[in-house]
């Protein structure tokens, strides 16, 4: 089974977290990591090495953050490189619950590339919708 650390800014990895859990029940081997103000780059990666470290293999760790480039996220790609396991950015719940569907099923690769994918579909333009709603309601 595929591992998962979400990391984030504030709660937003445990709200994640929690919300899957709404929606698919309790998860095993999920965890949650999230930098507050005053809490410093090294001791978030110290915190989170010692998360990936605890891991059975630390191959099959994917660390999810919620933003590219913020230290969450630059935190899990050290650890990525130097330990081995994944990491993306921009964390979304229809991703989590793809991921969370799918991780006893697929190898870390082919997760990866579905995880993206879904995470995209995930956002949508409701005006956009909206619009073509009622373009349709009006040919009728």
Do not use: W
Request: charged share 25%.
């Amino acid at each position: 089974m595929i591992e998962l650390i979400l990391v984030s800014h504030g709660s937003f990895a445990a709200g994640l977290r929690e919300a899957a859990e709404m929606i698919l029940g309790e998860q095993e081997q999920v965890y949650v990591l999230g930098l507050y103000q005053g809490d410093s780059p090294d001791s978030f990666s110290q915190k989170l090495e010692e998360l990936i470290g605890e891991a059975q293999d630390c191959k099959n760790v994917l660390v999810l953050s919620d933003l590219q480039s913020g230290t969450p996220y630059n935190a899990g790609m050290v650890m990525a490189m130097k330990r081995g396991s994944a990491c993306i950015a921009g964390t979304n719940l229809p991703m989590l619950l793809e991921i969370l569907s799918l991780r006893d099923e697929m190898e870390m690769e082919e997760l990866l590339q579905v995880a993206c994918s879904t995470g995209r579909s995930g956002i949508v333009n409701s005006t956009d919708l909206l619009a073509n709603y009622k373009r349709k309601e009006e040919s009728k």
